[in-house]
């Protein structure tokens, strides 16, 4: 019975002939509402962003793709998320839960972002990256690899940093260590440490880096206290 109605209940959306084609060359179609979305003010005939297929976007609940974002790929968008703005979201990326995914960020890979989690700015995850709960991943910041971010917390970047005036991320991994990310580099907190010490020394530079490493280690030493307190 109940496959029955599944099959039998009405489609939220359709597949317009206006298409636009991904970074990766595939046709994606923009979407129609064909049903209203009260909870977030979307009227039927609306129209809505880009996917690829059906696959991309779930039929069911209040999960939406709007303004020129593109979700394609095996990526999915469910529950009641929404990917919006700019926003790309491919490859084998989840996007669910109150999730939402703007501005010009990029969820890519095998990467999930769930709950109340925002991904926006210019923001990247991707790898096998989770972004969850109440986190919010902005600005330059690129979260990858095994990360585990649940709270905000858990994630922290510097612009402007370095001799490139670059963007420095770190952010808790699934086995509760300091990852980082620098332009050409990533690799753990010591890793990075000892890469600063190689590479700059006791200049300036050296000192910056010093002083932003020794913040990171302090910021994370609390990591498992917001976790116990948030749980």
Known sequence: MTDTVEQTAPKKYELTDETTTSWDGRTLHRI????????????????????????????SGDAWVSGNAQVFGDARVSGNAQVFGDARVFGNAQ???????????????????????????????FGDARVSGNAWVFGDARVFGNAWVALSIHIGWFSHVGSENGTLTYFRTKDGGIYTDRGCFDGTLDEFENAVK??????????????????????????????????
Request: charged letters at 15%; aromatic letters at 10%; a negative charge.
């Open 32 to 59: 129609r509402a064909l049903v209203a979305i009260a909870s977030i003010g979307v009227a039927a005939g609306d129209l809505g962003g880009f996917i690829e297929t059906e696959t991309n976007l779930v039929q």
């Open 95 to 125: 996007v669910s839960g109150n999730a939402w995914v703007s501005g010009n960020a990029w969820v890519f890979g095998n990467a999930q972002v769930f709950g109340n989690a925002r991904v926006f700015g210019n923001a990247q995850v």
């Open 198 to 231: 190689k590479r700059h020394g006791d200049t300036q530079i050296g000192k910056e880096y010093a002083l932003l490493i020794e913040f990171i280690r302090l910021r994370a030493s609390s990591w498992v206290q917001a976790d116990a307190e948030a749980a």
